[in-house]
């Protein structure tokens, strides 16, 4: 797990930190942290030292609502080939799933990107192919660059895309939880670099840290975050400046705002959140799925879908509950059959637990 140079450190950090008899409340909102947390054994190494770590909606597949996982498996049942990621192939909708789907013969392909999706459409030119855009702004800048390159007349994409600071802001207004600091992804944090978070320490006062994903990257983050709140302190600092930079991958910035703009979506387990999803503008609509297939997509367009019963991925999205708490965890609900997206993803709070936690 780590290096005798990062184990000298590592014991130093956990040591100052119990000297301080603390009690914090952090939160990231990124799944490889949560996997190098547990899988490691740090949030329970944290937990001795007085600080508990819970994950916000930091996975992509999870805070994808039941209403957009309707929408593709509608798509799909109207005859267009459908192409995503493998997780989001096995997310329950209200009846079926897309592996369901595609076990009844339904035209539905796991695909690694959006460059896999359009070699389909072009080796498929008689027929509709839809791209389940899912992902943060560490995914977007491809679905972006694709679109730019003039895809072909039969492809589309159904966006699902949405961005973190808004969710931060959305956390905190409503006041469900009492937080003392958020460590920022750093996968995310490489594409818009940090200033997107300093209204969160400034208007909040709420300290931040963008963390790597080594275990001495999340000890390191943890302790500039104690750091912060013992001195009275709120400002965003940079653990993973290896990597992350200030302004963040300008490029990428401009081939996202060239393609999309910001929209007020919904996202798992929270109301509408100002300006953090993302829609293609309006010299790229003739992509987008949800206008072009319209009048297949109508049926939908005004239902309400909720969350499986007894499913409580909303809250351990939000930050509420940990996964262990959900009634359904490692009983009705497991990886081999998932009520809910928390527990198919393997960013997801509860596939990650079940895999290293449960058994233990």
């Known amino acids: 797990m780590f290096s005798l140079r990062d184990k000298k450190l590592a014991n130093e950090i956990v040591s100052k930190i119990k000297t301080l008899n603390v009690n914090h409340k952090f939160m990231h909102v990124c799944g490889t942290h949560q996997d190098t947390l547990v899988k490691h054994g740090l949030d329970v190494l944290f937990e001795e030292c007085g600080i508990d770590i819970g994950q916000g909606p930091g996975c992509p597949v999870c805070v994808t609502t039941p209403k957009e996982i309707e929408e593709i498996l509608l798509l799909a049942r109207k005859g267009k080939i459908v192409t995503t990621f493998g997780d989001m192939i096995q997310v329950p909708g209200e009846k079926d799933s897309l592996q369901s789907m595609k076990t009844e013969g339904w035209d539905v392909r796991t695909v690694y990107g959006i460059e896999d999706a359009i070699h389909i459409a072009e080796e ?34 159904l966006g699902c895309h949405r961005v973190i600071p808004p969710a931060l802001k959305a956390i905190l207004d409503m006041g469900e939880l009492k937080l003392d600091g958020f460590i920022e992804p750093g996968h995310v944090s490489t594409i818009i670099g940090s200033k997107p978070y300093e209204f969160i320490s400034t208007e909040y006062r709420v300290p931040q840290v963008i963390a790597g994903f080594e275990p001495i990257d999340l000890l390191m983050g943890v302790w500039m975050l104690v750091q912060q709140v013992e001195h009275g302190e709120a400002r965003v600092e940079n653990e993973y400046a290896r990597v992350v930079k200030e302004e963040g991958n300008i490029k990428a910035q401009r081939v996202i705002n060239e393609v999309f703009e910001p929209m007020d979506v919904k996202w798992r387990g929270f109301p509408v959140i100002l300006r953090s999803g993302l829609k293609l503008r309006d010299k790229f609509e003739e992509y987008d799925a949800r206008k072009r297939y ?52 393997i960013e997801g709070s509860c596939n990650i637990e079940y895999r290293y936690a449960k058994n233990q």
Do not use: Q
């Open 124 to 157: 498929n030119k008689d027929k509709d192919v839809v791209f389940m855009a899912v992902g943060f702004e560490t995914t977007t800048p491809m679905t972006a660059s694709v679109l730019l390159k003039n895809p072909p007349s039969n492809f589309s994409i």
């Open 294 to 345: 319209e009048d297949d997509l109508e049926e939908i367009i005004n239902k309400e879908f909720t969350e499986p019963k007894g499913c409580r991925c909303g809250d351990v999205l939000r930050g509420i509950i940990s996964s262990k708490k959900c009634p359904l965890f490692g009983k009705k609900c497991t990886p081999n059959a998932p009520v809910g997206p928390c527990m198919v993803s």
